[in-house]
Each structure stands twice: as C-alpha cells, then as structure tokens.
C-alpha cells in the first residue's frame, strides 16, 4: 500500500511530545506499508543527515523542502495570497509546493498528515482520501486559555483555529483524536466528520523501566517549555510548589527538561533548579528521576510526559487535568492535586518513601502499558488505511 505522509516538523531525534510520538508511529508503519514522507528539512544539518539516514534505513522514501523564515507580515501574506485565510507561523509555501508535485505524479493509495500545521498543505481535492492524525483539539486549548486568562489576542487565535481545524476536518476521511474529550470538540466544530479516537502512544522498547538508575531526590517535570501550557506549569511548579517541597526535603532537585525554555523559565535555573534545555533522549531524564511531576493547568489531549513515566513506572504527582484521556486513578497509579500546597505534601510523601513510590509506579504501568503501546496501536491505523483504500 503506498502511502504518503505529511509532517511539517521533521519528526527527528524524538526528544519531546511534539515530534516523538510521530517518530515512533513511523518506526513501526514503514515495515508494513510503502511510505513516503514529505517534511520541512531541518535547521541542523547532523540532525538531518543522521535522521535522513535512519528513515531510508526503515525503507522510507523522504522528500524536503528547504526552511525560509519570513517577518509576520510577510509570512501573513503568504498564506492569503496562496488561499489560506488563517495566517500562521508553519505555513511554508515551499513545502506546499513540494505536496502538488508528489500528488501531481498520483498513484497514492491514501494520505496520512501529521496535524492541521501539515494538512494545510494540501490542496482542496488531493486526489486520495486524507487521514488526519490531529491529536488534541488545538482551539480548544485555546479557548480554555482565554477562559482562564481573558484577552482580545486568544479570543481571535481560538477563532482562527478554530475556523482553521473546521475547514480540514471538513476535507478529511477520517480524524484521529488521542482522547475521548478532544474527539467531541471536534465532532462539534466539524459536524458530519468521522472522528475517532487513536491514542498516540508510546514506544515500550524505549521507555522501559530502569529502577536502577534511579536518583534519590529528583524530580522531573519535562516538556516542550515554550508551550504556553508547560511554561506556565513551570512556574507554577518553581515560585509556589517547589519552596514548600525544598522547606522539607533540602536536599531534593527539580529537573525542568525540554527544548526551547522561554526566559521566564530560563532564568529558573539555580542551585537546586536544573533547566536542562534539549535533551538527547528523554527517558533517561526520567530514569533518573524519583519522581515525575506534572502541574498542568491547561491545555488538551492526552499527556504524553504522564505516559512515558507510567510506562517506566515512575511514581508521579499530577493535577486532574493531566490525566484527561487516560486509564490512571489517583491513589491507585498516582498522586493527584490541583492546590500548590496539596502537590508539595504529595511529592514530599513521595520522595521519603521508597516502597509507595514503587507501587504507584508499578500500578501506572500496568494501568497504561496494553492499551498505549503504539507496537499495538499501528496494527489498527494499517487495518483503516487498508478499509480506506477498498
């Protein structure tokens, strides 16, 4: 079956949530079908090269289009100019132009994009049925932030996502959601549409567990961290959580790990604050870590920093909103609170007593482990893309 995907962020080395989760969906299709990936060629050339290879070694074709930064008003009208009425930073006319001319030569079975930022690069009629790996409703998100925070500015970046995600959901065959929540937005926003729910999942041969590795006194929380949802999670964590954990345990370490740490969270950074910045492979970030934190009091979809460390075993404390779509229960899998003075008592429990850390962490494992394993997962998006074709 020949199959052509779209992923706008080259999905190379899997260091966070954004590209990972993609990269390992890939590892186990490319064995089952003839897939050619079209993508935006990265900044870092060893990155490139060392990803590039990798890919044509799993027997994948890739094809890039080169990345050309343009000022906002500029990048603005590329997007009006070339019919896509919502401006927004990943729209690249060369990559667009890289789509038309694989859909020009035809013969593909089906089309899987990685994400609306990648659909948009297709035109109204491609020419084979378009699946829509969306993941988390992205207006949603939106729209619970201007809830939360008020402002012109996301009142009209939830509009236009919102009308952005109604027009491709529109156009697609089928959309994927990673959790029940995201999949009833979307079915609002884009009535008619069949959406479905695919967990994104997480590659088990990587994020094993590996108690031995285990620190005493870290805590991780890790993410991308100017992703306005794991910024704020940061400093939540840092200015109210983290002071009420060190008054108690003044030997314990936070572990801000992930790319791309704004100045805000940068400047984090101090004797008992470690802002790592890029990592080479996170699940050694969390091999490390006694326990594995999440703060989140925004944003959507399934969480995937929660999955890996369940998948490792980790004992965790997360607030309510990181379990969205997920099989966990506080108390049984982990510990949950939403007040900074809550979350600090649960991670000060959880850093002095070894043996509830290990039962938490074998709970969330074994919770997680069947039902988000994307070796299990990729059987069932061949079995559509197969229906698709018939």
């Not at 590795?213 to 870290?218: K, L, M, P, S």
């Not at 004797?271 to 910045?277: K, L, N, P, S």
Request: a neutral charge; one cysteine or more; aromatic letters at 6%.
């Amino acid at each position: 079956m020949k199959v052509l995907t779209l992923c706008h962020a080259f999905p190379f080395p899997p260091r966070d949530g954004h590209v990972g989760p993609i990269f390992h969906f890939l590892k186990h299709l490319a064995p089952r079908l003839e897939l050619t990936m079209l993508t935006i060629r990265p900044e870092d050339e060893g990155e490139w090269r060392e990803g590039l290879a990798l890919f044509q070694s799993w027997g994948m074709r890739v094809e890039a289009a080169p990345w050309r930064a343009r000022r906002k008003p500029l990048q603005a009208l590329a997007c009006l100019t070339e019919g896509r009425p919502w401006p927004n930073r990943f729209y690249s006319p060369e990559f667009r132009r890289l789509v038309a001319r694989e859909l020009d030569g035809g013969g593909w079975d089906a089309i899987l994009a990685w994400g609306i930022m990648s659909a948009q690069h297709l035109p109204r009629r491609p020419g084979a049925p378009m699946l829509l790996m969306a993941r988390d409703c992205l207006s949603l998100g939106h729209r619970r932030r201007q809830q939360a925070n008020g402002g012109l500015g996301e009142w009209l970046q939830w509009r236009k996502i919102r009308a952005m995600e109604r027009a491709i959901f529109g156009a697609s065959e089928r959309v994927f959601a990673v959790s029940p929540i995201d999949a009833e937005e979307m079915r609002r926003i884009a009535p008619g549409t069949r959406v479905e729910v695919l967990p994104t999942g997480v590659d088990a041969e990587a994020f094993r567990p590996a108690p031995e590795r285990e620190q005493d006194g870290v805590v991780l929380f890790s993410g991308v961290m100017d992703y306005p949802p794991n910024e704020d999670a940061a400093l939540w964590l840092a200015h109210e959580i983290w002071p009420l954990v060190r008054a108690a345990r003044p030997g314990a370490r936070l572990v801000l790990a992930g790319r791309s740490p704004t100045a805000a969270v940068a400047e984090l950074a101090g004797a008992d604050v470690i802002v790592t910045g890029p990592v080479e492979r996170m699940e050694d970030e969390v091999a490390r870590a006694a326990v594995v934190v999440s703060p989140l009091r925004q944003g959507t979809g399934i969480k995937n920093k929660v999955m890996e460390a369940a998948f490792m075993a980790k004992a965790m404390v997360v607030t309510g909103l990181s379990l969205d779509g997920l099989p966990l229960e506080a108390g049984r899998d982990c510990l949950v609170a939403d007040e900074a003075g809550a979350f600090a008592a649960a991670v000060v429990l959880l850093l002095g007593d070894a043996a509830e850390r290990r039962r938490l962490g074998e709970a969330a494992r074994a919770s997680i482990a069947e039902q988000f394993d994307v070796e299990r997962l990729v059987p069932r998006l061949v079995a559509i893309l197969e229906e698709t074709r018939r």
